[in-house]
């Protein structure tokens, strides 16, 4: 006889998920039930790409950045997010980078490639705030070219 638990469901659902993300159908899924948005949610919040070459990507980032709190509350699954890129996007502010910084605390793998002269405070910010950082890439900025980091 098979013992099955709720827990072991959740744990099974969360494998599928993880599969169904690999495959970018994820988010349709989140709106099957309760459980599966519950299970599926952080998995979708843990990468988090954006581009800013379209219009319609343009967007959709402006809505990302605006979740960001000046100081407020953090966006629920704010934790879960590990890997940010945000590339080609040249309207990200200094102070938008803060925000970031201070909102998702647990990046390992941050990418601002062509979106921002992220000099001096911010990149002294970025370090500080990130001990665990494993990738960091902020090529292809103006601030940066011929000096060392």
Not at 4 to 12: A, C, D, V
């Amino acid at each position: 006889m098979v013992h099955t638990s709720i827990f072991n469901i959740q744990e099974l659902l969360e494998q599928i998920l993880h599969f169904l993300l690999i495959d970018k159908s994820l988010y349709p899924a989140l709106f099957v039930s309760r459980l599966w948005y519950r299970c599926g949610a952080p998995i979708l919040w843990r990468h988090i790409e954006l581009k800013g070459w379209e219009e319609e990507d343009r967007t959709r980032l402006e809505r990302f950045l605006k979740i960001i709190p000046g100081g407020g509350r953090k966006p629920v699954y704010s934790s879960k997010l590990t890997h940010l890129k945000i590339t080609h996007y040249y309207s990200l502010s200094n102070k938008k980078i803060k925000g970031i910084v201070h909102t998702f605390q647990n990046i390992i793998h941050l990418d601002f490639e062509g979106s921002t002269d992220c000099i001096g405070k911010t990149l002294k910010l970025i370090a500080k705030s990130y001990p665990n950082l494993k990738y960091l890439n902020i090529s292809t900025l103006r601030g940066l070219r011929g000096k060392m980091i």
